[in-house]
């Protein structure tokens, strides 16, 4: 207890921005139902395996964790063997679906010498029960990046759209017959909304697209926003609802497509009534999502080729979890380049790599890889 307590200005009691590590091991995939169990750093909230925490202790002179364990319960042998008699899962008579059922324990622990301190504990520090209890409740940083991810598509209110600068010089865009400025171009073509320019869209990898005069144009001038023609809809309410078929606003300097909310605003500037166009063309959302169904496997599946099965040393892969066998083609990948495997595989050590990380390793590729 003396020692937790000489060690106090090592706590801090979370606050609700900071990202709580304390479902997985930053350097190992050490969960708190491995054996070791989980000590997350009560300073910087990272999580470490039992293999691991000494690391971070050696790194940053953090003596203070928190160290979860959750342990299953095992089932009284005397309990029946339920055979299912439906073909059902959650309900009676069929599979049973509910997770294993463990036990949480909670203690303090000390470095270098491992003490422990139970939890909860009348005795602790008040500044250590509230940290811990902070911890407890907290959402993991690891389960709110998994939600973020899937997520991502989500467009977002660009940055430039409510002070966007829009230049006055008599442009008045027809509500069709559009073609691009610099070359004859009568498709994929994007309209910016500061100047009232309009020019091809990119090149896509399969030769198909445009000729890159639209981002050629934002290169010369910084202009940011460009909305393609032939997506633009009315529907500019439901635009943050709908994203795949409301109008496409791209935004170069964020590199991604983004909402406008003044886009009528912007539009009118050039004599465009939005209400009155037709939708001609694929957002790009639903170009992507076009692309991805109408995939042609032929053209990588190798199909009427003899094919020689290798395995052995550097032919073994990772174990398939069901969905991971794109995950693991890539890695096979990447792991024959010679390059990445001399750096990350024979001449990396990763205690080296996590003591040169920065403050959080879980977003250093380099640790990471
Ligand atoms: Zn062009």
Redesign the pocket.
Known sequence: MEQLRSNLSRVRIPEPTNRIYKQECCISFDTPKSQGGLYIDMKSFLAFGKDYVCWNYEKTANPIYLHIKHTFKSIPEDRPLKKPTLLAIGTDGGFDNNAPEYVETVNIIILPHFLSLPFPSVELPEKVRLAVDAILLAEGAERKEQLAFWTADKKQISAYAMNLPQIDNNVIVPPSGWK??????MDNLWLNLTDGMI??GRKSWDGTG?????IEHYKETNYPLAVKLGTITADLEAAGETSYGSSDVFSYPEDESVEDPLLAQHLAFFGIDFSSLQKTEMTTAERELDQNTNFDWNRIQESGQDVEPLFGPGYTGLVNLGNSCYMASTMQVVFSTQSFHSRYYKNQNLKLAFEAAPADPTVDLNTQL
């Open positions: 691009c400025c610099k070359c004859d171009k020019f091809c445009g000729n890159n005069h639209a």
